[in-house]
């Protein structure tokens, strides 16, 4: 069992290297990242049908992580995200970084709006306790534009080096999200 876990992950593996050089999936093949895998190609097939069977499996598992954070998370007194929130989730992001990079390259826009939605649904929920008299499309609004607002400086921050460590830029996010242009002027 040890050695299937450490096969499919040695394929998951060689496969976000892949991604990371090639611009679609559909141009990897089998014969490539059994290449890169350093296994044969029955190997390869003994676990996985196609190379785009390995992808979905890696952004099932992404997707799950990150939907599990997602319904994890609690909504502060004050209407704010815990202060773990921000934190966790760019170590989320650290943690699944090439694929992240990868699925925003490529706008795997079904994950994110997958993501996105989720995460609406936890907003809304947990904004409707907070603000009863707030009617659901000023919670949108809010939704959508504290999401992008996010989803821009995480790509900025991937797509940078991640040179800010995680509770840095959570820390960034947070003061943003909460101060909006005062970010600039405070420390």
């Known amino acids: 069992m040890a050695t299937k876990k450490k096969t499919t992950d040695k394929i998951r593996e060689s496969l976000i290297k892949l991604l ?45 992580e990150f939907t ?49 939605e989720s995460g609406r649904y936890k907003v809304l929920g947990d904004m409707s306790k907070l603000f009863p008299a707030c009617p659901t499309s000023k919670i949108d609004y809010y939704y959508v534009f504290v999401s992008n ?7 900025y921050w991937l797509n940078n080096g991640m040179r800010e460590s995680t509770r840095e830029i959570a820390e960034i996010g947070e003061k943003i999200a909460y101060g909006g242009v005062a970010y600039l002027g405070g420390d």
Do not use: W
């Open 20 to 64: 990371k050089t090639t611009k679609n999936l559909d141009d990897i093949t089998a014969t490539a990242l059994c290449d890169t895998a350093g296994i044969n190609r029955a190997t390869f097939y003994y676990h996985y049908n196609s190379v785009q069977d390995v992808f979905e499996e890696i952004y099932r598992n992404v997707e799950h």
């Open 68 to 116: 599990d954070f997602l319904t994890h998370s609690t909504i502060g007194s004050d209407g704010t995200p815990e202060k773990s929130f921000y934190i966790k989730f760019f170590e989320f992001v650290a943690r699944n970084a090439d694929i992240c990079r990868i699925i925003i390259k490529s706008g795997t826009g079904a994950f994110l709006s997958r993501a996105l």
């Open 149 to 155: 607002g996010f989803m821009g400086l995480l790509q």
